[in-house]
Antibody, heavy 119, light 106 residues
Framework: EVQLVESGGNLVQPGGSLRLSCAAS????????MNWVRQAPGKGLKWVSY????????YYADSVKGRFTISRDNAKNSLYLQMNSLRAEDTAVYYC????????????WGQGALVTVSS | DIQMTQSPSSLSASVGDRVTITCRAS??????LSWYQQKPGKAPRLLIY???SLQSGVPSRFSGSGSGTDFTLTISSLQPEDFATYYC?????????FGQGTKVEI
């Protein structure tokens, strides 16, 4: 069974840092691209970042570029999102999501990790 | 950035109704279009990818169509478990963008 489990969500002050993790199981992690998608309270979905299966290709939404860093460790079947210089508008549930390629959508999602940025 | 606009933003329907949700892209995205269902407090679930391909395990009452800029998600006979919010997403070019969502209510 495919499972994606996020961890690391927390309350953090503006300007602070947080690292989210996504532990993958039930599939060959190193064959799949991975993404982070966030959802602010009561709002819609917003794509945050993408990393290819090998880690060689990375994309970011403009709103997080320069502040967030996506990475993966295929030996540990894990995806990460390092978030620095956090702002109130980064408050959201953060989901990791798997994709085989751009054409086939995000086929499995984690349960989400809540990040709250507030003083 | 490619803007995705869904209509309607919400709709009221009854069990057994045929429901259609539309999604319009601000420029052509070929068939790089997916549809997701999300229930409160849950992660999104992929329903349709490549505009019209049904994801494994998704009931056949869900179908998708369209190409270029105009797309449609149809639920042929609404079931109680289908009351949820539906999102379209383009993956033609980054930043990959979602529609604002369509809430299907009783």
């Amino acid at each position: 069974e495919v499972q994606l489990v996020e961890s690391g969500g927390n309350l953090v002050q503006p300007g602070g840092s947080l690292r989210l993790s996504c532990a993958a199981s039930g599939f060959s992690f190193n064959y799949y691209d991975m993404n982070w998608v966030r959802q602010a309270p009561g709002k819609g979905l917003k794509w945050v970042s993408y990393i290819s299966s090998s880690g060689s290709t990375i994309y970011y939404a403009d709103s997080v570029k320069g502040r967030f860093t996506i990475s993966r460790d295929n030996a540990k079947n894990s995806l990460y999102l390092q978030m620095n210089s956090l702002r109130a508008e980064d408050t959201a549930v953060y989901y990791c999501a798997r994709s085989r390629d751009a054409y086939n959508g995000f086929d499995y999602w984690g349960q989400g990790a809540l990040v709250t940025v507030s003083s | 950035d490619i803007q995705m606009t869904q209509s309607p933003s919400s709709l009221s329907a009854s069990v057994g109704d045929r429901v259609t949700i539309t999604c319009r892209a601000s420029q052509s995205i070929s068939t790089y279009l997916s549809w997701y269902q999300q229930k409160p407090g849950k992660a999104p679930r992929l329903l349709i990818y490549a505009a019209s391909s049904l994801q494994s395990g998704v009931p056949s009452r869900f179908s998708g169509s369209g190409s270029g800029t105009d797309f449609t998600l149809t639920i042929s006979s609404l079931q109680p478990e289908d009351f949820a919010t539906y999102y379209c997403q383009q993956t033609y070019s980054t930043p990959w963008t979602f529609g604002q969502g369509t809430k299907v209510e009783i």
